[in-house]
């Protein structure tokens, strides 16, 4: 009984879900400073970051999912009480992130290029894109560690260090945005190539204070870190087997969102400069959402882990309920004043105004997503990655083809191009939730 109460405690929740919730904001940081701070550079700049962000974390969604992999699996193995096998997990992923980011840094610096300008109609925005990814690609090296670090503390539902590396990792971006984007202290005035490389540098830090943290505070006998190989294939194996699954939902998932701001792209720099601001803003409101779904996928994990899988379904609703709860706040406020938001990321008065139908309509998105992340994370916390890499492309399937009719071949205002998000997650709330109900994932073995 004592078990259960702590199972479905909102408190236990809040206590996991929290620290994830400032680590990820000191990560959407790095995105909003870039974006307030060049959108006070120039319209080109700030398409140019947006477009070469979203290039880059559509590769780094590919370290993401291998991390969501392991991370279902640590979380399974916690559950079991089997902690010896934890470090193991942690440390071939570890391996294989680093190959991928040397594969993926060479690919992206030879190859980038010749990608975007297939992509890009603008010789002026293409050119700030390739010069803000000639630095920001460097960051692979560091995320391969910060992803691997992420997952195993959040698989042992240890995620308080996430608040302090939060820390770090924001106020070292912030004061290298302002010192290189415009030039304090002494430094030379970088612009778009400022933000980029104090992007790289954060990244930095975290994974060094990662490293250090774990070091001196983390019993390595205990989790498995002291009897280790160098190359286990037959366990590398075992996580790729969750892991690839998820690795191809993120990257599909994030590169339908490319797609959205390359059609965005052809309505000019100037359409492309609010979706950029509108992008900011949404991302910086999902991360309570990201937060609890990250909880609930390792809660289940856990729980499937101590054989109590009658237990997931009232806790995806209760984790969904709080999910709801905080959203409908944060969007009512959001609604009430959106220019003061705006503000923050340009004092341009007709990108604040033009931006303001497309908060609203992101708004009922995220409002839909509050359920529906909960729910589809829960899916991948079951183990079963392929049925939500199959939910995801039916649903981005019909995504796409949003993007194409509203932002390419009738090239409708922004915000009913902003549509696709509503129409995406309540396609994902669906299919989370018809699995749940009638599939038989409760003995699922990984």
């Given amino acids: 009984m004592q078990q259960q109460i702590k199972t479905y405690t909102n408190k236990h929740i809040w206590n996991i879900s929290f620290p994830i919730i400032i680590g990820l904001l000191a990560q959407n940081i790095i995105n909003v400073t870039d974006t307030a701070f060049l959108g006070r550079v120039g319209e080109v700049e700030l398409g140019a970051s947006a477009l070469g962000g979203l290039f880059y974390i559509c590769l780094f969604t590919i370290?993401?999912?291998?991390?969501?992999?392991?991370?279902?699996?640590?979380?399974?193995?916690?559950?079991?009480?089997?902690?010896?096998a934890i470090g193991p997990v942690m440390t071939q992923g570890l391996f294989f992130l680093?190959?991928?980011?040397?594969?993926?840094?060479?690919?992206?610096?030879?190859?980038?290029?010749?990608?975007?300008?297939?992509?890009?109609?603008?010789?002026?925005?293409?050119?700030?894109?390739?010069t803000f990814l000639k630095w920001r690609i460097i960051g692979f090296f560091f995320d391969a560690f910060n992803v691997m670090f992420r997952a195993f503390y959040v698989g042992i539902t240890k995620t308080k260090i996430l608040t302090l590396n939060a820390i770090v990792m924001a106020l070292t971006n912030i004061v290298l945005d302002y010192v290189l984007i415009f030039g304090k202290f002494g430094f030379p005035e970088m612009g778009l190539e400022g933000a980029a490389i104090a992007s790289v540098i954060a990244e930095f830090a975290s994974?060094?204070?990662?490293?250090?943290?774990?070091?001196?505070?983390?019993?390595?006998?205990?989790?498995?870190?002291?009897?280790?190989?160098?190359?286990?294939?037959?366990?590398?194996?075992?996580?790729?087997?969750?892991?690839?699954?998820?690795?191809?939902?993120?990257?599909?998932?994030?590169?339908?969102f490319l797609l959205f701001f390359i059609s965005v792209e052809r309505h000019?720099?100037?359409?492309?400069?609010?979706?950029?601001?509108?992008?900011?803003?949404?991302?910086?409101?999902?991360?309570?959402?990201?937060?609890?779904?990250?909880?609930?996928?390792?809660?289940?994990?856990?729980?499937?882990?101590?054989?109590?899988?009658?237990?997931?379904?009232?806790?995806?609703?209760?984790?969904?309920?709080?999910?709801?709860?905080?959203?409908?706040?944060?969007?009512?406020?959001?609604?009430?004043?959106?220019?003061?938001?705006?503000?923050?990321?340009?004092?341009?008065?007709?990108?604040?105004?033009?931006?303001?139908?497309?908060?609203?309509?992101?708004s009922i998105a995220l409002i839909i997503s509050s359920i529906a992340s909960v729910f589809f994370?829960?899916?991948?916390?079951?183990?079963?990655?392929?049925?939500?890499?199959?939910?995801?492309?039916?649903?981005?399937?019909?995504?796409?083809?949003?993007?194409?009719?509203?932002?390419?071949?009738?090239?409708?205002?922004?915000?009913?191009?902003f549509?696709?998000?509503?129409?995406?997650?309540?396609?994902?709330?669906?299919?989370?939730?018809?699995y749940l109900r009638f599939a038989d994932w409760q003995k699922k073995k990984i």
């Fill in 63 to 84: 370290f993401f999912g291998f991390s969501t992999g392991a991370q279902i699996i640590i979380g399974r193995r916690n559950g079991e009480k089997n902690y010896a």
């Fill in 98 to 130: 680093m190959i991928l980011a040397i594969v993926l840094f060479g690919l992206s610096y030879f190859y980038a290029g010749n990608i975007m300008r297939v992509m890009i109609s603008s010789d002026v925005i293409w050119e700030a894109t390739m």
């Fill in 207 to 256: 994974t060094l204070f990662y490293v250090i943290y774990t070091f001196f505070t983390i019993n390595r006998k205990k989790y498995g870190f002291t009897n280790l190989k160098s190359v286990d294939l037959k366990l590398l194996g075992q996580v790729l087997e969750i892991s690839i699954y998820t690795m191809f939902q993120y990257f599909i998932s994030m590169g339908t």
């Fill in 268 to 362: 000019g720099q100037h359409t492309l400069a609010i979706a950029n601001i509108v992008r900011s803003i949404y991302i910086v409101m999902f991360i309570p959402l990201n937060a609890l779904s990250a909880t609930s996928n390792t809660l289940v994990s856990n729980i499937i882990g101590e054989g109590k899988a009658g237990e997931v379904m009232p806790l995806v609703r209760r984790i969904s309920r709080i999910s709801f709860l905080i959203m409908l706040t944060c969007v009512i406020l959001l609604c009430l004043f959106p220019k003061a938001v705006l503000s923050v990321y340009t004092n341009e008065i007709s990108l604040i105004n033009e931006s303001v139908p497309s908060i609203y309509v992101i």
């Fill in 377 to 417: 994370n829960s899916v991948s916390g079951t183990g079963n990655t392929r049925a939500a890499l199959i939910l995801e492309i039916g649903v981005l399937t019909i995504y796409t083809v949003y993007i194409y009719l509203t932002g390419m071949y009738f090239k409708l205002p922004i915000h009913i191009c």
């Fill in 419 to 434: 549509g696709a998000e509503i129409i995406y997650f309540i396609g994902l709330f669906i299919g989370s939730a018809v």
